[in-house]
């Protein structure tokens, strides 16, 4: 293994424009910050320019295959690599990496600068270990990379298989979430199977069928209330007998700190159980997390036969309940929703309830089993990255 420094390993190491971009509906991608999400270049949400726009930040160098692009600031030290036949210019605070391709393997570098030993340079690029808000070209260009030749693509080639796998996960859990949006808005707002006729309620602010209910969501669940043990007691690392401690941005991207045990384990929270978030972004609905969940999170948990976890986990994700969320919720600067569960209430009949809960579990519990193969992907990817990069893994001829 060999150090090497970051300039050595590119061709050019490019700035992007330092402005804003005026921003249309659709045309040519922008890759921001929070698109470059463990590698990849995430297109859900995407931002985009015209053509004349994107000639003018791609003046000094155009975006191409195998190209890495990092993020200098908030966050510090992201990546992604761009695809094949992917058209696209950088937005601010981003940095394009064209790697030397006739020594070194895209892939691999792209995940030695997500190793430990790259990434804690970034996040110190002083000799006393400061925090920095900034990586500055200058020390984007001399990290230290540590470099085995031998073998680059059947390494790089070996994360990417874990990597695709993870993808595919995703894309299965997208597809299986929007499949169970539909079923329930089919069920519940449009009411395709009801022949019985409407009524408007203005409890439900909607039509519903004849002879059905009007529930509030705390007839419906329990919204049980989390844990608050204080920042002081937050750890960035886990210690023995710790739990996974889950903050309202930890549903979105998952980063959760560790905790001691709770006396009394308030805020508990099993995989296949539905999380709503009550303060700051509300609205934001989970599932897939094991450990003790904040004060700004509610768990929902069935208080009726007719309903389970995954009824409860879309009809939380219905445009319905999150809207009145929003729309209830107090503060100008930090929402709090919990004034809004008063203002939520459900069109209920037991029967329809029951055959949906028992139609939508199944998908439901398919969207747990794929976050929690995706966690035992990651859990190997990070065990086995720093053995491929310090060589103590070598792979057969």
């Not at 995703?170 to 022949?195: A, M, P, R, S, V």
């Not at 398919?366 to 070598?394: A, H, R, S, W």
């Amino acid at each position: 293994m060999e150090i090497k420094k970051l300039k050595d390993i590119c061709t050019a190491i490019i700035d992007c424009p330092h402005s804003t971009p005026e921003w249309k509906t659709e045309g040519i991608p922008v890759i921001r910050n929070y698109n470059l999400i463990n590698g990849n270049i995430d297109m859900k949400n995407l931002s985009f320019v015209d053509e004349e726009t994107y000639n003018s930040r791609v003046k000094r160098a155009k975006p191409e295959e195998g190209d890495i692009i990092i993020s200098r600031e908030a966050p510090m030290g992201v990546v992604g690599i761009v695809p094949s036949n992917f058209k696209c210019c950088l937005g601010q605070r981003l940095v394009l990496l064209k790697i030397n391709k006739e020594e070194y393997d895209p892939v691999y570098i792209l995940n030695v600068l997500m190793s430990n030993y790259v990434q804690t340079q970034i996040h110190r690029v002083d000799k006393t270990g400061s925090i920095v808000s900034n990586l500055n070209i200058p020390d984007l260009e001399n990290l230290d990379l540590p470099i085995i030749k031998e073998k680059q693509i059947e390494k790089g080639e070996l994360l990417k298989i874990i990597n695709d796998n993870i993808l595919l996960n995703n894309k299965i859990i997208d597809e299986l979430h929007k499949l169970g949006d539909q079923l329930y808005n089919y069920w519940f707002t449009q009411y395709g199977y009801n022949n019985n006729g409407v009524f408007f309620s203005k409890k439900c602010k909607r039509e519903i069928p004849n002879n059905w209910s009007e529930l509030n969501i705390t007839e419906l669940c329990e919204l049980k209330k989390g844990y608050e043990p204080g920042s002081n007691n937050y750890n960035e690392k886990e210690f023995e007998g710790s739990y996974e401690f889950y903050r309202v941005s930890d549903l979105d991207n998952k980063n959760p700190v560790f905790i001691s045990q709770p006396n009394s384990l308030i805020g508990k929270v099993d995989y296949d159980e539905v999380l709503i978030s009550f303060d700051g972004t509300v609205g934001r609905v989970a599932t897939g997390y094991r450990g003790i969940f904040s004060t700004g999170i509610k768990k929902a948990v069935p208080v009726k036969k007719s309903i389970n976890n995954g009824l409860l986990y879309f009809l939380f994700r219905s445009e319905y309940v999150r809207k009145t969320i929003e729309k209830y919720a107090s503060g100008s600067v930090i929402k709090h929703a919990s004034s809004s569960i008063p203002y939520i209430y459900v069109p209920y009949d037991e029967d329809s309830f029951t055959k949906f809960s028992m139609i939508i579990n199944p998908l439901f519990k398919q969207i747990v089993k794929c976050k929690e193969e995706n966690e035992k992907l990651y859990d190997y990817y990070t065990f086995i990255l720093p053995l491929l990069i310090n060589g103590q893994i070598k792979l057969e001829d």
